[in-house]
């Protein structure tokens, strides 16, 4: 089956501990991703949703892994632009290994589906998300502090 | 993860052609990237690897197949460092301008 699929890798002064707590703890998430935070528990089969500051989604899912603090997996539906709401389904994957003094941090985002809009879309997001959280993470300075997108946007 | 690696990784025009062809077409085997260039397998491996190395390119294993993907990071952590501060629309702007002057069918 074809798949569009963007591949993020980031190394990070941290420990995986930590990244695991920045990537799942809403306290964090606000300060790297536009001021968006995640709702979830983070168990396997559990619903997420990421959403605006207006408590209003962006995109949701499901939980389909979650091995703390090594790696994460969910189901990723868009939820308020129709021609994106409309490719279904796509996969997102957090994998997470210590190395010499940093921590690797595999970002994967993929739909079963060629020419799609959905990994378009995102693909600009991650880079500018996976900066401010690893600037968090090495200075305790995120670099999207004060940028906020809102569904308006 | 070391800047020189990334700026020595950049500065070879052929390891520069493979991060176009990812770009243009992301994930492709070893093989597929091969196609129609003027290198040999053994020098498209080795600049895999040192693209690899500066993070510039990430592999990924899906079954047999071991698939390259551009890994646009390094390059946005540039950008953050020496253009971030200034604002990113002008510079869009300026780019996009850039490009369209220099369309080879653009009539002055």
Known sequence: ?153 | MSMDAVFKALADPSRRELLDRLHARNGQTLGELCEGLGMTRQAVTKHLAILEQANLVATLRRGREKLHHLNPIPIHEIAVRWIGKYEPAHLRALSDLKTSLEEPNHEP
């Open chain 1, 1 to 153: 089956m074809s798949h569009d699929r963007f591949v993020y890798v980031t190394f990070i002064r941290t420990t995986p501990e930590k990244l695991w707590e920045a990537l799942t703890t809403p306290e964090f998430q606000r300060q790297y991703w536009f001021g968006m935070h995640v709702d979830s528990d983070f168990k396997p089969g559990s619903p997420w949703r990421l959403l605006f500051e207006d408590g209003s989604a962006a995109d949701a899912g499901e939980v389909l892994e979650a091995d703390p603090p090594r790696r994460l997996a969910i189901s990723w539906r868009h939820e308020w632009k129709p021609e994106l709401a409309a490719e279904g389904l796509a996969r997102a994957s957090f994998d997470i290994e210590p190395g010499d003094g940093t921590v690797k941090l595999t970002v994967t985002h993929e739909i079963d589906r060629t020419g799609s809009k959905l990994i378009e879309a995102v693909s600009g997001g991650w880079p500018r998300i996976l900066s401010s959280l690893k600037s968090l993470l090495e200075t305790g300075q995120s670099l999207t502090r004060d940028q906020t997108v809102t569904r308006a946007a």
